[in-house]
Nanobody, 123 residues
């Protein structure tokens, strides 16, 4: 499966962005889908994950109450709605697909990765 992340950009602190991840090649209903981010000089970190059906999701503690993950398998697309953005939220955001049907936060368990979209948050 090929993943294409988009929607990043420059936003002021307190603002919102919606990231999209469009999949092709295979139906994403075969995969749990996750979002990760990587800031310069830091390791890639988990942001959110949603199960293949959308019935279960989990958001990192740092993003709880501000970020929401959603999917529409009929559109082969996953979204990450980000509100009340903080400078610490900045980084390259990646979507990823896990064929294990789990909702893991471990990036090593993900099989496919998109190219990333840059989010910059100004203070």
């Amino acid at each position: 499966v090929q993943l294409q992340a988009s929607g990043g950009g420059l936003v002021q602190a307190g603002g919102s962005l919606t990231l999209s991840c469009a999949a092709s090649g295979r139906p994403i209903e075969d995969y749990a889908m996750g979002w990760f981010r990587q800031a310069p000089g830091k390791e890639r970190e988990f942001v959110a994950v949603i199960s293949w059906s959308g019935s279960a999701s989990y958001v990192a503690e740092s993003a709880k109450g501000r970020f929401t993950i959603a999917r529409d398998n009929t559109k082969n697309t996953v979204w990450l709605q980000m509100n009340s953005l903080k400078p610490d939220d900045a980084g390259v955001y990646y979507c990823a697909a896990d064929g294990g049907y789990s909702t893991t936060t471990d990036p090593r368990k993900y099989d496919y990765w998109g190219q990333g979209t840059l989010v910059t948050v100004s203070s």
